[in-house]
């Protein structure tokens, strides 16, 4: 159970005691500064009986005891714990009793002041001596120093156990409450970015037929808002870390597509990820002048691992043009406009006079994706700097269609099934096969003008025929769309990108799905991620294992998978979103709705997003009609 509420992080089981025990504790950049709290009464460990996660930073633990033994086998103690990821814990003890009580409380604190990596890879020392410090303890070592201060104080403090004692009265139906402070030393209380006033994303909220509506787009919300960091040289501007507890950091490319997926909840995460993303921009001489840099990532088993910078410097483009059609300044698109001009002139000029953008290694792979990525990316480009009033937009048009000729003649395997886009063409030019998740992004065009989708690599009989492939059993588990098919060689429902669930790319699937006209396929992998959000409490990892689904099972928890992540929590606002099919472009006044006309969730209504910087509902019925409910002034409903 994680709360987490960056650059805070509290990390327990279901028990609820914290015994040090992998990487239970609480944790503050990145450094665990409390391992272990553990609570007894009358010496005895509460019974456990509840572990509930009651907000994004917050989890509540409840366990019951006996006073007497003689009391019968009914509980008359309870005792509560509401852990905050701030580093507070507030133990209250309320009693059932006919009697008053008296109870000594007594909890054991420690830690060994380890960093989060360290911890992840075994590498941790002992833990430390405490030494008794004002109403609590506190510990001191090479790495930092750490204390706990409690209120009220205890009775009694042994520092060599760690030990503080309490000795508490309670009347019969009465309660106590001691509360712990957990933080490095100097350190002042945790302002979380996500719980100021000032929190980029919209809190906005969700209704409709379906319960799990409101409940998975709460969940997400509050979970972006628990991820959110500033750039320390920048407070302004903030951006999502890409997740808890693995990556608590700046991942460009997650960075990006998180917050390109939560648009509908307004600019402002979009502005401060593409204001800090464009101080990483490499300039000066070489052939990697305009990339944006990124870390090399896994790519499944049959392909070498890829750039992430590739991505990433793809994406900037596509997020700020799609970003000033939901309503971006002129003048914040101005100023991010030279560094997006870069990208592009990046994407040239790496393409050179070949027709493919191939990968940055020499005799590296052609993929797909990578494709996809660079297409929509000129599209879009192109479409930013015309309407800027830059020139190279024809150039860039001008190499997207080669490269739409070329791929649709290049990319394309025929089988007696119809054919699949092949997932890469390798450097001897023979195709990769298999078919994966990473062919939604075939779908995922981008947004120009006047609602409509910029055109895709596949013409609209192969991208049919993909739609078909996409929601076939072997792709669709019946939780999502697995990341390798299921009857490829090397699946694994385990596997990052050889057959677990990625939340990302199903609901890209289902956007793309949608935007298409396809769905049926759209609304059984949305169905399919949505009833598997009600095991992970709406809050949705990052992936989770591609099993099959059958009658009476449950997904399988990835044991590697950050949750809550970004892209998962960002995801989860891009499927409900979807349903309306909301296409503003602001520039031009307008904007144009696209619902699901299947409702495969019922009515559904969608209030406090956020289109041209003003409240924004939309409501789509059971027939699969919208109705605008609240817009900005002035803003016109497209065809």
């Not at 504790?25 to 553990?38: D, H, K, P």
């Not at 929509?376 to 001008?398: N, P």
């Not at 065009?445 to 006047?450: E, V, W, Y």
Request: glycine letters at 12%.
């Amino acid at each position: 159970m994680i709360c987490v509420a960056l650059p805070g992080l509290a990390i327990s089981s279901e028990e609820g005691q914290l015994i040090g025990r992998g990487l239970e504790g609480f944790y503050r950049a990145g450094r665990r500064v409390l391992s272990r709290c553990e609570v007894r009464v009358a010496g005895r460990e509460p019974l456990a009986v509840q572990a509930r996660m009651i907000s994004a930073d917050r989890a509540r633990f409840v366990g019951t005891l006996r006073s007497s033994p003689q009391t019968g086998p009914d509980p008359d103690v309870i005792v509560e714990r509401n852990r905050f990821a701030d580093g507070t814990e507030r133990i209250t003890l309320h009693s059932a009793a006919a009697r008053p009580l008296r109870l000594p409380v007594e909890i054991v604190l420690d830690t060994d002041l380890a960093d989060l990596g360290a911890i992840a890879s075994g590498n941790v020392g002992p833990e430390l001596t405490a030494s008794v410090h004002g109403s609590g303890l506190r510990w001191s070592c090479p790495a930092g120093t750490a204390s706990v201060t409690t209120e009220p104080p205890p009775s009694d403090a042994l520092a060599s156990a760690g030990l503080l004692r309490w000795e508490l009265d309670l009347p019969p139906g009465g309660s106590r409450t001691i509360e712990l402070r957990v933080r490095p030393d100097g350190a002042g209380p945790l302002r979380a970015v996500g719980r100021t006033a000032t929190s980029p994303p919209a809190a906005a909220r969700a209704e409709g037929d379906d319960p799990r509506i409101t409940a998975l787009f709460r969940t997400s919300i509050e979970d972006l808002q628990a991820l959110l960091l500033r750039d320390p040289a920048n407070p302004a501007d903030t951006h999502l870390a890409a997740g808890a507890p693995w990556r608590c950091g700046l991942a460009p490319a997650d960075a990006l597509v998180a917050a390109r997926m939560a648009l509908p909840l307004g600019t402002g995460l979009a502005t401060g990820t593409l204001r800090i993303l464009a101080r990483t921009q490499l300039t000066g001489p070489g052939p990697q002048s305009g990339m944006i840099p990124g870390p090399r990532r896994d790519a499944g088993p049959h392909l070498p691992p890829q750039c992430t910078g590739t991505e990433a410097t793809l994406l900037f483009p596509v997020l700020l043009a799609e970003a000033r059609r939901w309503g971006l300044p002129d003048q914040e698109t101005e100023e991010l406009l030279p560094t997006a001009e870069r990208c592009l002139a990046w994407l040239r000029a790496t393409v050179g006079d070949g027709t493919y953008l191939h990968d940055p290694n020499r005799g590296g792979p052609v993929r797909c994706e990578t494709q996809a990525h660079a297409h929509r990316a000129a599209l879009l480009g192109a479409d930013l700097l015309e309407a800027c009033g830059r020139e190279g937009g024809a150039a860039l048009r001008e190499w997207a269609q080669t490269l739409r000729t070329a791929f649709r003649e290049h990319f394309w395997i025929e089988d007696r099934g119809r054919g699949r886009p092949a997932a890469a063409r390798a450097p001897d030019g023979s195709l990769v096969p298999h078919l994966g998740a990473a062919a939604v992004h075939l779908l995922d065009t981008g947004l120009l003008g006047g609602g409509e989708a910029a055109p895709g690599l596949l013409d609209k009989v192969r991208t049919e025929h993909l739609a078909r492939l996409l929601g076939s059993p072997a792709m669709d588990s019946g939780w999502g769309l697995r990341g390798l098919g299921a009857r490829e060689t090397g699946f694994n429902p385990f596997g990052h990108r050889a057959g677990a669930v990625r939340t990302q790319e199903t609901a890209l699937a289902v956007a793309g799905l949608a935007a298409a006209g396809y769905e049926k396929e759209a609304g059984s992998l949305l169905r399919g991620v949505l009833t598997a959000a009600e095991t992970f409490a709406h809050r949705l990892p990052e992936m989770y294992a591609g099993e099959g689904r059958t009658e009476g099972s449950a997904p399988l928890p990835h044991p590697a998978a950050c949750r809550p992540a970004a892209t998962a929590a960002a995801a989860g606002v891009l499927l409900l979103t979807t349903l309306a099919g909301i296409r503003p472009d602001v520039p031009a006044g307008t904007v144009t709705l696209r619902p699901l006309r299947s409702a495969p969730l019922g009515e559904i209504g969608l209030m406090g997003l956020r289109v041209a910087g003003a409240p924004f509902s939309v409501r789509v019925g059971r027939l699969g009609l919208a109705m605008v409910e609240e817009a900005a002034d002035g803003l016109q409903l497209g065809v």
